[in-house]
């Protein structure tokens, strides 16, 4: 097997709220519940050998995040995504996009 040669970014979410929090990632428009008082990770890979993130006009940002009082949307800028807890045990075990690195950097 070939080693993942690209770049993984992680994103901590929390939701410090007394109600359940809509996480939506794009550009895939998937959504998840984070529950009051529980974080996720946002994990993306981009396996550009120079290390670009390629859903990026600036080549340098892995995440775009807009946050409203009932939900927060964050754009992943790599070519995939999955949902992990701060341990990085898979919250979701489908991957989104066809992780380059999906059994390597979680």
């Known amino acids: ?14 939701n410090d709220g ?7 990632l794009e550009p895939w428009g998937d ?22 993130w390629p859903g990026t006009q600036l080549g340098d940002e892995p995440f ?10 964050v754009w992943a800028n790599g070519h995939c995504f999955h949902l992990s807890d701060r341990k990085g045990n898979e919250i979701d075990p489908y991957v989104y996009g066809g992780c380059p690195a999906q059994n390597q950097a979680t």
């Open 1 to 14: 097997m070939e080693t993942f040669a690209g770049r993984t970014a992680r994103l901590v979410v929390s």
């Open 64 to 73: 775009e995040v807009d946050h409203r009082s009932d939900s927060v949307t």
């Open 31 to 52: 959504v998840h519940r984070i529950l009051p008082k529980e974080k996720c990770v946002v994990v993306t890979h981009s396996s550009s050998r120079d290390g670009s």
């Open 18 to 24: 007394e109600v359940p929090l809509d996480l939506m």
